[in-house]
């Protein structure tokens, strides 16, 4: 059975870090493009961040360029998304997701794999 499960989440103050992870299971990641996105309380779901095959090519949100990054480890089929200079904005559920791809690219729509989510939340 195909899974993704996200972890990490969790309470911080504002300009705090946190890493979250990616694990799959039934698949390897390294053949897919991984992406993070996020829903904030009363808004739609965002696309945060993607990578693509190979780790050649990355996309951010603008709201979080130089603040975010995300990342791979094949030999723990994981995808990381570490998160600096966490503000309130940033609060929402934060979900994983994959597809697979012909090309190496990072484009963050049409993904087929889905996480349950972890939440994040950032106050003082």
């Known amino acids: 059975q195909v899974q993704l499960v996200e972890s990490g989440g969790g309470l911080v103050q504002p300009g705090e870090s946190l890493r979250l992870s990616c694990a799959a299971s039934s698949f390897s990641l390294a053949y897919e493009v991984v992406g993070w996105f996020r829903q904030a309380p009363g808004k739609e779901r965002e696309a945060v961040s993607c990578?693509?095959?190979?780790?050649?090519?990355?996309t951010y949100a603008d709201s979080v360029k130089g603040r975010f990054t995300i990342s791979r480890d094949s030999a723990k089929n994981t995808v990381y998304l570490q998160m600096n200079a966490l503000n309130p904005e940033d609060t929402g559920i934060y979900y994983c997701?994959?597809?697979?791809?012909?090309?190496?690219?990072?484009?963050?729509?049409?993904?087929?794999?889905w996480g349950k989510g972890t939440p994040v939340t950032v106050s003082s």
């Open positions: 997701a994959a597809r697979g791809s012909f090309d190496i690219e990072s484009n963050c729509s049409d993904m087929f794999y």
């Open positions: 990578i693509s095959m190979s780790d050649t090519y990355t």
